[in-house]
């Protein structure tokens, strides 16, 4: 490759990484062109993109973009999975695939411009939707006040049924 493209490819990783909000690196040996197909289309419903670049790139174009810790994890085939909008996105897709696949192995992950291990990458991958956190807080959120008003209209509830019974007590008298 020359090196005009290989600095153009260094600059698509860098400003990739640099714009990404969580990035997952994998090794893809082992995975038919149907295979690794299927997992280019799921990445691009949950809008992350998927390229394959070669370590050395990969490494430069982390330098550049500030990223550490890395070097350890660039070796053998890579692929680079980076999503701009959701952090967890890429990571939740890569792991359901190497469940599926069996053959695929995530190496290790970016998050604020640091690198993860391949099992904090698994651990990002479990974590609740933002959708299920955000119901779990408006939940906490509303218990309290539910529970206020529960204690505040008690007393009128009691209210309500100590003059029922009085006026069954006097129907009954009557």
Same mark, same amino acid.
């Given at each position: 490759?020359?090196? $005009?493209?290989?600095? /153009?490819?260094? $600059?698509?990783?860098?400003?990739?990484?640099?714009?990404? !909000?969580?990035?997952?690196? $994998?090794?893809?040996?082992?995975?038919?062109?149907?295979?690794?197909?299927?997992?280019?289309?799921?990445?691009? !419903?949950?809008? #992350?993109?998927?390229? #394959?670049?070669?370590?050395?790139?990969?490494?430069?174009?982390?330098?550049?973009?500030?990223?550490?810790?890395?070097?350890?994890?660039?070796?053998?085939?890579?692929?680079?999975?980076?999503?701009?909008?959701?952090?967890?996105?890429?990571?939740?897709?890569?792991? !359901?695939?190497?469940?599926?696949?069996?053959?695929?192995?995530?190496?290790?992950?970016?998050?604020?411009?640091?690198?993860?291990? $391949?099992?904090?990458?698994?651990?990002?991958?479990?974590?609740?939707?933002?959708?299920? /956190?955000?119901?779990? #807080?408006?939940?906490?959120?509303?218990?309290?006040?539910?529970?206020?008003?529960?204690?505040?209209?008690?007393?009128?509830?009691?209210?309500?049924?100590?003059?029922? !019974?009085?006026?069954?007590?006097?129907?009954?008298?009557?």
């Amino acid at each position: 490759m020359p090196t $005009a493209e290989k600095a /153009l490819v260094i $600059a698509q990783t860098r400003e990739e990484l640099e714009s990404s !909000q969580g990035t997952v690196l $994998a090794d893809y040996r082992g995975l038919t062109v149907k295979q690794m197909g299927q997992l280019r289309e799921r990445l691009a !419903q949950s809008g #992350v993109t998927l390229r #394959v670049v070669k370590n050395t790139l990969i490494k430069r174009a982390a330098d550049e973009a500030g990223i550490e810790g890395l070097d350890p994890y660039l070796t053998g085939p890579t692929a680079v999975a980076c999503s701009p909008d959701d952090p967890v996105a890429a990571a939740r897709v890569l792991a !359901q695939a190497q469940r599926e696949f069996r053959k695929m192995e995530i190496k290790a992950g970016i998050l604020e411009k640091r690198a993860i291990s $391949a099992d904090g990458v698994r651990e990002l991958a479990d974590l609740p939707s933002k959708e299920v /956190l955000l119901g779990r #807080v408006v939940g906490t959120l509303n218990a309290p006040i539910q529970r206020l008003a529960w204690v505040l209209n008690a007393p009128m509830a009691n209210l309500a049924r100590a003059l029922d !019974q009085i006026r069954l007590q006097r129907e009954s008298q009557d």
